[in-house]
């Protein structure tokens, strides 16, 4: 597994700075990544989502389940500090590092955007501006973020990109000259070049093909274990759900039905909601661990 | 989204033509203005203080008099009472710019059609003649055309829409050729059904509505271009109560009597701007994915 | 992308040799019998086919448009009728000053057009966007010729503020001549440091320039608002934003360079469209361009002047597209794929 991360001359800064128990899934007990309590979030007297509590474990990946429509991709919006820009508004507290995500000012909040926690989306190349090179998003981003010159941000860009298992020269490339699959591992470098502690993934892998996709979760899942990044998984797809994640949490109409480890929920969900769910999952298990 | 839009439901109809209406505050004013326009062209014998003023009278002691209460626009250079030219002409500008469109329409949709439908040479023929066509700016072919006809209205219509068939026949072409490459078209075709059939059933009101904005759009701009030829002296000729040629002859007074050219401007202006409000608003309606609503 | 230039190119040498087709169907085929108009009302028969010979009028059509085709190619555009000169000279004499006249205007509605198409699409429904909406559909729906007459009325009639004639204060030509390079007077008095016309320049370009300015000021306002309304649901803008850009960057930047593209297309466009306008107002502000020589033309029913001027202005609106289609290829690498 460590192939991922270490393939590739490994440069000056080795990514390889795993500081946890690389494997150990979801610590637990420990202070949580991201805690979110009583978070509410509405269009004008709407509520669509309604989370009493939910934490994202140092160094685990969780799974967020539920139709679309659910409030998933809402719910990480928020945590982000985006969803009043799509016109929501959000009540509750969200704790990261000691602090409310909700109470900070929006230089603050940005700051914490890409440097701590990152996101990624479902149209991998649409998640990209078409006229901005890769590599020029890179750099101004680092250079957003504290990287102190242009050549240092490519460079760490570069090996990045190296980290993902893709080729520098990706970066002069403009996003309709790369596939899917590789628009998304961008996407997933960018977050690894800014040293996100965090990485929101909104159904990172539904819109590439099986092969693609089960790259992208192995990729995702040596992010954990070999950087100790945790990871909010939002999928509808059970199966991939099934496949990565440490725990899961089902929602729906904006709230979360049940709740646990994965391997629990899955074999024995509690809810008749989840249960449906699973029933429709062809076959559920965990494929090809990896290493 | 273009097939919703032509079959709403019909009883769902004025309900949702209200709901339209307060969702966009520019369309109402746009329909509402284009409406004062209308009407007031068509009652302007009625409204008009001074009817004959329109085109035979004169009255060579009244000249040049400031707005007043018999005169609320003043009167022009041959004492004449501006507000009932006013009112006339707007019997003339819509009027032309409803012909320029007709015409357009007439010619360019059966070639858009022809073009999209067939494609192979026709296709490629009449695209290189409409890529001519369009290599000028309209005022300026519209403007050859009239110079080197006789001026007058009609011919003013008609160097106008010499000029504006070529995009219709581009716009339909494209929606022609859209609708012909879609399976069930194809599958009409392999069964057998007429080309006019399918022609008339499938590809003509699949392009209806990106043509009704078009169109609704183009009002304003053949109306500035046909003031513009008139302001020139290619258009209609006086005593025809034309808003451009109105602007052309006050010329020589405005700096002292400002009155001859500020009301049949303000016209010209009020006019474009109702109509432009009104394609822009039907747009926003009938063709959502151009342009957000708000 | 090379090929995408030679196609481009090969298309615009096509539509340029339709043109003058087009053109010379206008002159020859629309009016008639053109010998009797270019022989003048009072020709006799004989003179009537001396210059129906002179012409080649008696010639087949083909023939016919080939020569005219290569007189057009050699400079000849024919002679004017009102001035007796080449048409061709007269064009190049007057076509810096409009040139002149309509740069200044375009670069007038890019800097203020792209900010207000910006701030409205930034906060849609709020009054600023209602102001600048409404100012915009005003730009559009503006005659030209009628804000050249009230823009007079005012700045100069009533505040005297502004001169409202010529390109600058003939007055300068004795005590600070001109040194003319490009014949534009703005450009001449920079690289020649003749500040005094320079500043007198300045001011005459004012109005006729917002007058012109009007229309594109409109449309390019409306198309940044749309384009950057466009895309502030697309997941590229969400992407920029979870990376920390600040807004004024999310906007700004990246949706900007995003809305530019199909500004620039429009670019060509309201060029073209703005050099007929300056055919209402040049003549209007006494400006010495093409505008002027036109409307000078149509008055005295000037056939080889008109269809001169028509060709010129069609010409330099293929060859601006060209530009643009190139500029946008070379901006949005996608458009070279189509």
Redesign the interface.
Known sequence: MSAVFGSEDPGPRSPTGGDLDPGGPGAGGSMPAVEVRDLSIAFGSREVVHLEHLEIGEGEILGLAGESGSGKSMTA?AI?G?AP?VGATVRGAIRFEGRDLLELS?REL??????RI??I???PV???????RVGD?FV??LL??GAPNRREARARAEEALRGVLLAPDLLGR?P??LSGGQAQRV?IA?ALA?RSRVL?ADEPTSALDVTVQAEILQLIRALRDERGMSVLFISHDLAVVAELCDRIAVMREGRIVEEGPADDVLRAPRHEYTRALVAAVPKVGRVGGGS | MIEQALTPTPAGRPARLAAVLRRNP?LTVGAALSLIVVLAGLFAPILAPHPADAYVATHPTETLLPPSGLHPFGTDQLGRDILTRVLYGARISPLIAVLVLLIACVVGIPLGIAAGYFGGLIDDVLM??T???L???????A???A???SPSIGNTTLAIALTWWPWYTRLVRGQAASVAGRQYVEAARALGVPHRRILLRHVLPNSITPLIVQVSLDV?AVI?TA??LS????GAQDPTPDW?LM??QG?SY??TQ?WL??FP??A??LT??AF??LG?GLRDVLDPR???T? | MIRYVVRRVA?AI???A??V???FV??RV??GDPAVSWAGPHASRAEIARVRHDLGLDRPLPVQIGRYFIGVLGGDWGTSIHTHRPVLSDIMDRAPASIELVLVALLFSLVVGIPLGLVSAKW??KTADGVI??GA??G????????A??L??VFF?RLHLLPVAGQYDPNLDYTHPLTQYTRMVLVDALVTGNWSVLRSAAAHVVLPALVIASYPLGVITRMVR?SV??SVG?????????????ER?VFGR?AL??AL?PVIAVVA?VF??S???T??VEA?FDWPGLGSY??DS??S?D?PA??GV?LF??IV??LA?LIVDLVQAW????IA?R
């Open positions: 919006l982000l985006l820009t929006p940005r700051d914490v955007r890409g440097r990152a996101m989306f479902q149209s649409a998640s990209f501006n078409p006229v901005f998003l101004r981003s957003l973020h403009y309709h000259q996407a960018l800014l929101l | 520019l290189r003649i890529d001519v066509f290599a000028f700016p309209a005022l300026l072919l403007l050859a055309f110079a080197v006809l304003s500035l003031s513009a302001f020139l002296g290619l451009g602007v052309s010329q405005f700096t400002w050219v500020t401007g303000a010209i202006l474009a701007v432009n409000l822009d151009r342009v957000p708000r | 298309l096509l539509v340029v339709g043109v087709v087009l053109t206008i002159a629309v009016p849609p429904g909406r409404v559909v005003l559009v729906s503006m005659p030209a010729f009628w804000l007459l009230i007079q009325l009639q749309a309304l466009d697309e997941d590229h803008v969400r992407m920029v934003r979870s990376l920390g850009f600040p960057s990246f360079k995003l593209n466009l073209a469209y050099l007929a306008n055919f209402l209007i036109a409307a149509i008055s029913l056939t008109i269809v028509t202005v069609a609106y293929v597209n901006l949005d690498p996608r794929l």
